[in-house]
């Protein structure tokens, strides 16, 4: 790990939630000032720090020193100190008064404040009320670096340290103290294994309860991050024992009396985590009561097939199964329809919400993510909203439309129903109207939720609610090689690796990963765009299964803007940088994580236009 010290001169940038800093400072050794980058939440201009990290050669931004802790100590020039009291840290002390109270006291400035604040009343415009205030405020800021020392001296990293002050305050040491594991439930990023590192150093006991319960609750969690609603008991006993370095004996009382907490649920063998459990119920007893409730309007089946069977002014003829299906979903309070690629989903989804509409049913349309509502609303003419906003989720009162507020409209259809998981869907069904009819589409074999349970595969193989699987592939669709090696992966076969010219799927095989890039960024910026006469940042989007590394996001993203939206002397644009990523006029942005209060959600894409 490198060292360095450096006095700040300038702050770029700093995220006031997580304290991430990028600053300009003076450094021994180096003539220019060296950039500094890192969670440095109380620094200042004219702090003196001691740092700890590794330099990293920005390709845009150029040499960086990446910051993993840091020590701020006070300045002993005149200049420094002025600089100091000047930034604003010290309320009720400005740039003018900082000048005032150096000029007076010098290179003693620090310890008067210190230990005699009192002494400022010598200068003239400095009354009663503002040494209270710099008083109050010195203490504050004694307080804060006393507390990131004994983090970051308790192997706690400066972002950790960052994150359990902003959420303790001056209570972090104490809560530090009493119970490191507590930091598992408040602070987001800091896992298990980080809690028990802090908790050794701290002299808490190997075989502490506190310990076992932390452990066993975070083995819970890797088995739901995996998927799974529940644990089975010999899962979770196998897992948390290797974590833990202990014996079942030893974990059962713990779990017994986690158990007595609702901490967990125990059902026979089956562990759970209380909002998995209780999703499920919820989610059980909602089908069984909408199965069970008639709808309010009456629609005649016969009449509906037999308009359906008619040619459509658009040449669509539906076949026997899509009439079966539209004839299900109208008769049906609780549908699912499912398919492969290319078998006719949205076509006979279609059918379905022009057989509702004609019959005077007012119908919703929702899917889980921002790109699948998009498609939903190109393909059926509606508007189609992501489900978060269709049930109005504000943070931090969570979902205006619920059991109390519920959704208006007689038929709710959901797309892209693989991708939903049991705790949404808990959510979703609390707002739905008993009354309403509900219609689920989706593909099995597709990429199940990123949250827990497989909610699309358990409705269809509990046999309670109608399904209809649509398997023809039609015409239109035999033509495109994806959805032809999509079906053969499904049945087992390889896939057609085959190139033809007038085809939608290539197989590129490439020796290096330097040459992979250099193959995508052609294939993005020149070829592709040439041959299907299409935009190459509005119509291509560049998949890969990695962040980093020569063709990860990161540097895919750099490379391609570099080539489709460059910034040079002579077509110079307005930019931004954050976090060393610069944003150009006229960039295609993807939102990557939901922002309820700018009512933007992961997946959702669009264009910097000013």
């Known amino acids: 790990m490198d060292m360095l010290r450096c006095v700040v001169e300038r702050i770029t940038f700093q995220n006031s939630e997580n304290g991430y800093t990028v600053l300009k400072g003076k450094a021994k050794g180096y003539q220019e000032m060296v950039t500094v980058v890192g969670p440095m939440p109380s620094v200042v ?38 600089k100091y009291l000047g930034s604003g840290l010290i309320k009720g002390i400005g740039p003018i008064f900082a000048k005032k109270i150096v000029s007076t006291f010098g290179s003693q400035t620090l310890e008067v404040i210190e230990a005699d604040v009192e002494r400022l009343l010598e200068i003239r415009g400095i009354g009663k009320v503002r040494v209270d205030r710099v008083k109050k405020s010195w203490q504050e800021q004694k307080e804060i670096k006393n507390i990131m020392l004994f983090l970051q001296s308790h192997g706690i990293s400066t972002s950790h340290a960052t994150k359990i002050f902003k959420t303790y305050g001056t209570d972090s040491i104490t809560v530090v103290k009493e119970n490191p594991y507590k930091l598992v439930d408040d602070i987001w990023g800091i896992g298990f294994r980080t809690a028990d590192t802090i908790a050794e150093k701290l002299g808490v006991a190997k075989d502490a309860a506190v310990r076992f319960r932390s452990g066993l609750l975070y083995t819970l969690n890797l088995i739901s991050e995996e998927g799974h609603c529940f644990a089975v008991s010999d899962q979770l006993f196998k897992a948390a024992t290797d974590l833990l370095d202990t014996t079942t004996e030893k974990l059962q009382p713990i779990l017994a009396d986690m158990a007595r907490c609702e901490d967990v649920i125990v059902e026979n063998e089956s562990i759970y985590l209380p909002p998995f459990y209780f999703s499920e119920i919820g989610v059980a007893k909602k089908i069984r009561t909408l199965i069970a409730t008639p709808r309010k309007k009456h629609i005649d089946n016969f009449r509906v097939i037999e308009r359906m069977k008619k040619p459509k002014d658009d040449g669509i003829i539906y076949d026997e199964i899509q009439l079966e299906a539209i004839g299900t979903a109208v008769t049906s309070k609780f549908m699912v329809l499912t398919g492969g690629p290319g078998t006719g989903k949205t076509t006979t989804t279609l059918g379905i919400i022009q057989a509702f509409r004609a019959s005077g049913l007012q119908v919703l349309c929702a899917a889980p993510t921002g790109r699948a509502a998009k498609r939903m609303s190109e393909a059926t003419g509606m508007e189609a909203k992501t489900i978060h906003r269709l049930l109005e989720f504000k943070p931090p009162q969570g979902y205006q439309r619920n059991a ?138 560049v998949l890969t299964p990695m962040q ?54 992961n997946g959702d894409i669009g264009a910097i236009t000013a």
């Open 404 to 541: 109390d507020n519920l959704l208006e409209g007689d038929v709710l259809i959901l797309d892209e129903c693989s991708m939903i998981d049991i705790i949404l869907m808990h959510n979703l069904l609390k707002a739905v109207p008993d009354g309403m009819t509900l219609l689920m589409v989706g593909d099995t074999d597709q990429l199940p939720s990123v949250g827990a349970g497989n909610v699309l595969n358990d409705i269809i193989a509990s046999g309670i609610v109608p399904v209809v699987k649509l398997q023809r592939i039609f015409r239109q669709a035999q033509g495109s090689r994806i959805i032809m090696n999509a079906h053969r992966i499904n049945q087992g076969k390889g896939i057609d690796i085959v190139n033809r010219r007038a085809s939608d799927f290539f197989y590129i095989e490439t020796a290096t990963p330097e040459e992979a890039l250099e193959k995508i960024v052609e294939l993005v910026t020149t070829r592709l765009p040439a041959y299907y006469q299409t935009d190459p940042i509005r119509d291509i989007q």
């Open 45 to 82: 201009v004219g702090s003196v720090l001691s740092l700890q990290g590794f330099w990293k050669n920005d390709s845009t931004y150029g040499p960086q020193f990446i910051v993993q802790v840091f020590e701020e100590t006070l300045p002993a020039t005149v200049y420094g100190i002025e």
């Open 548 to 601: 980093r590394g020569i063709v990860g996001a990161a540097n895919l993203n750099r490379m391609l803007q570099e080539r489709l939206n460059p910034n040079t002397e002579t077509s110079a644009k307005p930019s931004l940088s954050r976090a060393g990523i610069e944003y150009r006029l006229h960039d295609k942005v993807m939102q990557i994580k939901n922002d309820y209060d700018k009512d933007v959600f």
